[in-house]
């Protein structure tokens, strides 16, 4: 978040805080109203978390009730729809341009598009290709068709040594992904609120000791780093506010901290286009940005709208073209060697419209949705890597849209994708379908949950869990041993939904979502599933938070904090606290939004404990993580950071970043 967005919330927020609820927009009266209606939450939230923080704080200051559910539980996107339906269940290969004309062609026929459905013939994309028609963009369709330190004993030293300290959730094992606050158990490096400066500090038995610092040039904004082998791997992009449009770009800056104290800059790498994501695998940073055709070069040279790279500009040969012949950007892939973080290994592009990105231990996939037809459809392209080599293995469509990167999963050469069908009159059903590695389809339950929508999945080996919901909350499980036939085994209903689902240790999966029932939504809901017998699945404890109405968690699954053998959940949550109004005898009351960490625990016997809450300083949006070092759970946000024991929940020390 920059500074403008966090002066707007902030001033949001004390207006809010300022003016008393009326007593039909109090929690209660809320959780009644919003229960009046069937509370539907069909797709994860695509906006920051600010957002919804300004959603509601706009609630208390005008009174959009509706407003506030429409935040709490989502909303169905609504895209143009395409030209020519999709064919589902036939993979494709993945064709690479032979041409600049060729990627240009792409652009035109995006653009013709758009003129068409707007009624009107636009001048072309800044006159980039002369009058912006697309006479070469059939051709190009045809052809994709055819083609088918100290070193006393310390606790900190002796943590880090042992390996004794949480790591970020990561959505593929083994698959590393940055962050906004890493440990190597000795210190934390913390991402700070401006987005310019990572601070470093020893963290030594809770004590906290400010040792170094690491900033970048005016201009550029961290996004997120990962931590590995001594050293820091920096993302960074332009920042927006002070870019010129031609110069939007994501860097790599790689820093030596062997010595926390004295960070030394190693080596960088550039890339166009803004920063999406990235993930560090067997030695490899495979970095993916998104250049807009809009922000790409403009002097009439079609060749000048491709991507650079350290400068140099993607050969066409290495531009993968999309499967209906039309897009609007780049997606831009790099890989970068960790043990030379100067060079560049592999270099691609990818063109298309949108999307999201689920990297699997063997592949990267690029989900897409596709609204071309009369209903619902997601495009899926998968590229294969490899030892910092990228290359294309074929795409397809399918029937759906897709919740979130949990609802697509990659086992044993399969791919599993769950999706939501959206009918042209509105109506809902649910669908699993098996792809192989040329993304053919092998197998397929459809008509699932009619009238519900996915909200959450997980894919552990050959069962996948799944939830989708309406008014309760149907927990699916799937047995996919046989990939060409999978089958529902097992189906449990109850209240509300969980949003995410996590692995707890042997037979048990954890899920946090949201108490919704007859009576309204009744907050957050911490719901422990006994899956020992996964036919058989049961609801062996749950946990009501009132009043919660945001958790980081639900929208970055590296917010929160899991470790079974430690028997720790954590994360914030935001939610909606009374405060006494003396000037009338406490008849009233205003209501203050708060942030809080938790951090819980779970037994069979007595079901799920809290073990810490505590207040968090934080601009609305901003994210928080706990990280454990030994004994000790420091909570971080980008401007502070808190020590707390773990035996007894006291706190231990404190430090403004």
């Known amino acids: 978040m920059n500074q403008d967005e966090k002066r707007t919330v902030g001033a949001l927020r004390r207006a809010a805080e300022a003016v008393p609820v009326p007593p039909s927009l109090k929690p209660d009266a809320m959780m009644e109203r919003l229960g009046a209606e069937s509370p539907v939450a069909p797709r994860r939230p695509q906006h920051r978390r600010w957002l919804a923080a300004a959603a509601v704080l706009l609630v208390a200051v005008a009174g959009l009730g509706a407003a506030w559910g429409a935040s709490l539980l989502g909303s169905v996107p609504h895209e143009a729809v395409r030209s020519a339906p999709p064919v589902f269940g036939e993979a494709a290969a993945v064709r690479t341009a032979s041409s600049y004309d060729e990627v240009a062609a792409c652009f035109a026929a995006y653009q013709d598009r758009i003129a068409s459905e707007r009624g009107g013939a636009d001048e072309g994309f800044f006159g980039l290709f002369g009058d912006g028609t697309a006479k070469d963009a059939g051709d190009v369709v045809e052809d994709m068709a055819v083609a088918g330190g100290d070193t006393g004993a310390s606790s900190a030293s002796a943590a880090a040594a042992s390996g004794d300290f949480s790591t970020t959730n990561l959505r593929t094992a083994g698959v590393d992904e940055a962050d906004v606050v890493k440990t190597d158990g000795s210190c934390l490096y913390v991402l700070t609120d401006d987005g310019s400066r990572i601070a470093i500090v020893r963290a030594d038995g809770g004590s906290l000791e400010s040792v170094g610092s690491i900033e970048v040039p005016a201009g550029r904004s961290i996004v997120e780093f990962y931590l590995d082998g001594g050293r820091l791997f920096v993302l960074t992009t332009t920042a927006w506010y002070e870019a010129d449009i031609e110069e939007v770009g994501t860097q790599v800056v790689t820093f030596d901290v062997s010595d926390p104290s004295q960070p030394a800059e190693v080596g960088s790498v550039t890339q166009s286009g803004a920063y999406r994501t990235s993930r560090f695998t067997d030695g490899y940073l495979y970095v993916f940005s998104f250049l807009s055709f809009y922000e790409a070069p403009r002097d009439g040279d079609p060749a000048a709208a491709a991507p650079l790279v350290d400068g140099r500009p993607l050969r066409w040969d290495d531009i993968f073209l999309p499967a209906d012949g039309e897009a609007n950007g780049y997606l831009v892939v790099t890989a970068v060697p960790a043990d030379d973080p100067t060079g560049v290994t592999a270099q691609k592009g990818l063109l298309h419209c949108s999307g999201e990105l689920y990297v699997g231990s063997e592949a990267i996939y690029i989900y897409e949705d596709n609204y071309r037809g009369k209903n619902s459809a997601t495009d899926i392209v998968r590229l294969t890597y490899e030892e910092g080599k990228v290359s294309a293995a074929g795409q397809c469509t399918v029937r759906g849209t897709v919740n979130d990167s949990f609802s697509i999963d990659e086992h044993e050469g399969y791919l599993r994708v769950v999706t939501t069908i959206y009918g042209e009159a509105g109506q809902t059903t649910n669908a699993l379908f098996v792809l192989d590695g040329a993304m053919n389809e092998v197998g397929s339950i459809v008509g699932l949950a009619e009238g519900e929508t996915v909200q959450s999945t997980r894919f552990m080996g050959d069962v996948g869990y799944f939830v989708t919901f309406r008014q309760v909350d149907p927990l699916f499980t799937v047995d996919l041993s046989d990939p060409a036939a999978p089958r529902i085994v097992g ?167």
């Open 491 to 657: 189906e449990l209903k109850i209240p509300g939904f969980s949003a995410y689902l996590h692995p707890y240790g042997e037979g048990r999966l954890l899920g946090i979502g949201w108490d919704v029932g007859d009576g309204g939504t009744g907050g957050a809901k911490l719901t422990m599933f006994d899956t020992s017998d996964p036919a058989n699945v049961t609801e062996a404890g749950t946990l009501v938070l009132e009043g919660i109405w945001d958790i980081e968690a639900l929208y970055d699954y590296r917010a929160v904090l899991v470790e079974p053998d430690r028997n720790l959940i954590g994360f914030s949550a935001r939610g909606l606290e009374a405060t006494e109004d003396p000037g009338d005898g406490g008849e009233s009351a205003y209501y203050s939004d708060v942030e809080r960490y938790y951090l819980f625990g779970y037994d069979d016997e007595t079901g799920f404990a809290e073990n810490l809450r505590v207040p968090v300083t934080n601009d609305p949006g901003a994210p928080v993580r706990g990280l454990r070092i030994a004994d000790v759970l420091y909570v971080a946000t980008d401007g502070s950071i808190e020590s707390f024991g773990l035996q007894d929940g006291e706190p231990i020390a404190a430090l403004e970043l």
